[in-house]
């Protein structure tokens, strides 16, 4: 294993809502993870990569716009030119519009919206071992 990790977090706004209820499209968390990908090649290999395919995808929780989603991935094996990752989503901070129009909690323990694994590729050719 390499242990290369990468997190970013982010809110989820109101154009990343595209269903009723204020409900954040799943591909969403797809995204996040691709950019973490991009990190993580970059961190390697000192090259962006190209995404080749997700193994497996859960999406476990909803996400709803006004949400903050901190979205982690590592390398957890590297072969010659592939690079496979694994990601995870959780909500950390949720809005409480309930309490008035802009207040919101941190999650006491956060809470798991989206799993997924895939491959990256990082052609020999622009392996720059950034290592």
């Known amino acids: ?7 970013i977090r982010l809110r989820m706004s109101s ?3 595209h269903y009723g209820g204020n409900l954040v499209d799943g ?15 970059i ?3 000192g090259d ?6 997700y193994d ?3 999406f476990l929780a909803p996400v709803y ?3 903050f989603i901190e979205a982690e991935g590592e390398i957890i094996q590297v072969g010659n030119t592939s690079r496979k990752m694994r990601f995870e989503a959780r909500k950390v901070i949720r809005p409480r519009a309930d ?9 006491a323990e956060p809470v798991v919206v989206c799993r997924a694994s895939g491959t990256c590729v990082v052609p020999k050719d622009k392996q720059r071992g950034a290592r």
């Open 1 to 7: 294993m390499s242990n290369v990790k990468a997190v």
């Open 15 to 17: 154009h990343d809502a």
């Open 27 to 41: 591909a969403r968390m797809l995204g996040l993870f691709g950019d973490v990908a991009t990190e993580l090649c």
């Open 43 to 45: 961190r390697l290999d």
């Open 48 to 53: 962006e990569g190209l995404f080749r395919a």
């Open 56 to 58: 497996s995808v859960e």
């Open 65 to 67: 716009a006004g949400d």
């Open 99 to 107: 309490v008035n129009d802009s207040a919101a909690d941190v999650l």
